[in-house]
């Protein structure tokens, strides 16, 4: 996929068509029945999220299914999913961009507005988890009466670190890429409100080439940042388990097995969005069979890579010889949750096999299929990482298995659906592709063809 | 760059934009800019607008907000708030590295940013150039050759685009 790359692009479109394609929806087109019907289930599912925290915060984390020994349950799992998920949108902005693949064009808008929402609902996770969650702040390294310093051994002090600079560097740089679109949006919008809300947001960028070139500057440096943070966040992430002395934990593979996860994770996530998006604004000359073809190719790669982790997990417990380690081993396969275990066996590795297809990877059925599959099988494998290990500890007599609440459910659904809320939003207030992005890189296609 | 008065030509499409300003450049005037809707490769250099510092700056402050949380967390480990864990010792730099490596990246976006907003003035939500008719679509499909040069009128810009077919020369502020 270098400069001999087949177009992502119809030749023939002009510059005012691809801004009319991806502003269009937004600005001209009113909401379908379908987005008002959508935006209601969500935006009641966000109520039912904030009554899932009022209850939490009355009640304490003794409505969820926690308890000893499996002191970590579902919101731990939800955090380490939604975190993953928000790790495609930064990875496709940043490295494909200095690895030049312009196709990235077409989709990293979206894929940076999921990673923020994720992100930010993954950041609430642990938060909750806390018994006295308004004191989350204890994390911070601020002078305070009690003389108190942060334990900086601790992963949860870097988990802080990690995530809070993840979610400052992804709104910046989603930000930082939107300003020129929110110009074009003002210069198109008609009604007054809007043109001096897009207008302010932009902060009146008037396309000047000096600015062009330092913005380029900046979101390139700022790329280059981007990507060992990515791996460093899910790196942290990983070592939040393996710092630890529990079975099935304690492995030095657990930061890049977590980070691969994350890239799967939100690769699936963002075939989903690109389906639906795609289909809601009316963008297939923008999002074309090549797009899905690529993010086919990388969520195969990712479904190769855990696979890949996962035999290496089995092989290091039973050559490293320890018997809890060997007996966790067994049961991941014999023990309780032993179906779940190989239903994300079948929705992580095996599915997305059929991707190998170039046919059923440009199949949108498909490829829309496949994604669900992965989310759900990343879901099962963030769960199980806990539930096998924790319900299974060093002492037998402590053994116990996690019986999920209402409340646990209902935080998990919820939470989705306050993605879905925000990111039904985001499709009707901003541009879901970066236009100028989408046409510099038709301008490139014009060129090469000249 | 200046408030001052400013001629802007326009272009249908990038590479006589580019032509143009080779031009105008040749012709050894001052105060070039574009209004384009897209980066397009060169145009810096076309209007011979120069390197910027911003990257300095990012190395500059990513360094300088590591150091001080590495620093942060040595003085409060080791010297103000020692705590023996599990006999580990009190300079525990490799974990120390985890919380400056994010302090690195946070520290050299922000100095980013902010030397992107020195340096481009921005915001700035009035210029003279939004007022001249047609501006708008310098954010879609038109690329505007800016002269900000006392010495330049319509006339003589006129002539030196001759062949080029400028859509339009107008002059404001």
Known sequence: ?450 | MSGGRVLLAEFADPETLLDAARRAREAGWRGLDAHVPFAIEGLADALGLGGTRIRPAMLLGGALSGAFVYALQWYSAVLDYPVNSGGRPLHSWPVFLIPAFEAVILGATLTGILAFLVSTGLPRLHHPAFAAHGFARASQDRFFLAVADPAVDAARLAAALDGLAPLSIREVG
Request: proline fraction near 5%; hydrophobic fraction near 55%; aromatic fraction near 16%.
């Open chain 1, 1 to 450: 996929m270098s400069a001999a790359a087949p177009p992502s692009l119809p030749p023939q479109a002009s510059y005012a068509e691809m801004v009319g394609l991806v502003a269009d929806p937004v600005l001209e087109r009113r909401p379908g029945r379908l987005w008002w019907i959508a935006f209601g289930v969500t935006l009641l599912l966000t109520l039912g999220f904030a009554a899932c925290l009022a209850w939490l915060f009355i009640q304490g984390v003794g409505i969820w299914g926690v308890n000893t020994p499996v002191v970590w349950g579902f919101a731990i799992a939800n955090f380490v999913w939604w975190l993953g998920i928000g790790h495609a949108g930064t990875l496709i902005s940043a490295l494909l961009l200095l690895t030049r693949q312009g196709w990235r064009a077409s989709i990293n808008r979206f894929a940076e507005a999921m990673t923020l929402f994720a992100a930010t609902i993954a950041g609430l996770f642990p938060i909750m988890h806390l018994g006295r969650p308004y004191r989350f702040y204890w994390l911070l390294p601020y002078p305070n009466t009690m003389e108190l310093w942060p334990q900086w051994r601790s992963a949860l002090v870097w988990d802080f670190a990690a995530i809070s600079t993840y979610i400052i560097f992804s709104i910046l740089f989603w930000y930082w890429g939107l300003i020129p679109d929110l110009a074009t949006m003002r210069d198109r919008a008609h009604s007054r409100l809007a043109r001096r809300l897009y207008g302010i947001f932009a902060l009146g960028w008037r396309g000047s080439a000096r600015h062009w070139h330092r913005h380029d500057v900046l979101y390139r440096a700022m790329a280059a940042l981007a990507v060992p943070l990515v791996v460093s966040v899910h790196s942290v992430v990983g070592m939040d388990f393996a710092a630890s002395l529990m079975p099935g934990w304690q492995e030095t593979i657990f930061p890049p097995y977590f980070v691969v996860g994350a890239m799967f994770s939100g690769f699936a996530m963002v075939l989903t969005l690109a389906v639906l998006l795609r289909w809601g604004l009316g963008l297939q000359e923008i999002i074309t069979a090549r797009h899905f073809d690529a993010m086919g190719k990388i969520v195969l790669a990712g479904s190769v890579a855990m696979g890949l982790s996962y035999l290496t997990e089995w092989f290091n417990a039973w050559y490293g010889g320890a018997w809890i380690e060997r007996g966790h081993l067994r049961f991941l396969f014999t023990g309780d949750y032993a179906p779940l275990y190989f239903a994300m066996l079948v929705c992580n590795v095996l599915v997305p096999q059929l991707l190998w297809s170039g046919r059923l990877r440009r199949n949108l059925v498909v490829a829309f299929t496949v994604s669900i599959v992965v989310n759900i099988g990343m879901w099962l494998e963030r769960i199980l990482i806990i539930w096998n290990t924790l319900s299974h500890t060093h002492l037998p007599a402590m053994r116990h298995l996690f019986h999920p609440t209402f409340w646990d459910w209902a935080t998990l659904g919820c939470s989705i659906g306050v993605f879905g809320c925000l990111f039904l939003c985001f499709a009707r207030l901003l541009p879901a592709v970066a236009m100028h992005d989408l046409n510099k890189q038709l301008h490139g296609e014009k060129e090469a063809r000249a």
